[in-house]
């Protein structure tokens, strides 16, 4: 996509600080199901008109419209994920809950 294209932004009910972008008027349901589990009920941000030369927070129009040309859409996560990984395998420290 090299030209302007009007998006929406949607940001998760299940997961803190993660958003979606999609075309403007893509029905959710053409999104992937696992995507929509994890994600759950989108709830509006806005709408925008976005370019390739456009700078957003956390990446730039590029980014986020080959994603949505390529897959359907753009997610953008938490810059710090560590606090979302958990390691099975390690044994809990004494004393932590």
């Known amino acids: 996509m ?4 009007f998006v929406s932004v949607f940001r998760s ?3 803190l600080d993660t958003y979606i972008f999609v075309k403007r ?16 009920a989108p709830v509006h941000s806005m709408d925008l008109v976005l370019t390739p ?3 957003l927070a956390r990446t730039d129009g590029r980014q986020v419209l ?3 040309e390529d897959k ?3 997610l953008q996560m ?3 994920q560590s606090s ?12 932590a809950e």
């Not at 090299?2 to 294209?5: C, E, G, N, W």
């Not at 958990?86 to 420290?93: A, G, H, Q």
């Open 84 to 95: 979302f990984v958990v390691d099975f395998r390690k044994k809990p420290e004494p004393g």
């Open 78 to 80: 938490p810059e710090d």
């Open 53 to 55: 030369e456009r700078k």
């Open 25 to 40: 008027g893509q029905e959710w349901g053409e999104l992937p199901e696992s995507l929509q589990g994890i994600f759950g």
């Open 13 to 15: 009910s299940k997961k």
């Open 2 to 5: 090299t030209q302007k294209t």
């Open 72 to 74: 359907g859409f753009y």
């Open 66 to 68: 080959d994603a949505i």
